[in-house]
């Protein structure tokens, strides 16, 4: 059963930074893109950054120059830093990968997110 778990998340000052981590594990034969997401309350899922596995980057004009995404390929692990934390990041952030199983196709996986709260 392949899974990616998201960890990292919690409560920071605005101006603050976290670095969240995000875990594929499982019969992985291979990972094309990885990107984060996150939902604030009330509002629908949109996109904070995706990496290539060659890792070319994108980023969200709300996000760029204060977060960061990044790869371990060899640990099939994303990585978010998150600086200069401001409460509009507030939410739940949610990793996702477009994975290769040992016997099946790829597919674009989900972990179960974990909660970011930016307070003022």
């Known amino acids: 059963q392949v899974q990616l778990v998201e960890s990292g998340g919690g409560l920071v000052q605005a101006g603050g930074s976290l670095r969240l981590s995000c875990a594929a594990s499982g019969s992985i034969v291979s990972i094309r893109a990885m990107g984060w997401y996150r939902q604030a309350p009330g509002k629908q899922r949109e996109l904070v950054a995706t990496i290539t596995r060659d890792s070319s980057t994108n980023y969200a004009d709300a996000v760029k120059g204060r977060f960061s995404i990044s790869r371990d390929n060899a640990k099939n692990t994303v990585y978010l830093q998150m600086d200069s934390l401001k409460p509009e990041d507030t939410g739940v952030y949610y990793c996702?990968?477009?994975?290769?199983?040992?016997?099946?196709?790829?597919?674009?996986?989900w972990g179960q997110g974990t909660q970011v709260t930016v307070s003022s």
């Open positions: 996702n990968g477009d994975i290769l199983g040992l016997g099946t196709g790829y597919r674009t996986r």
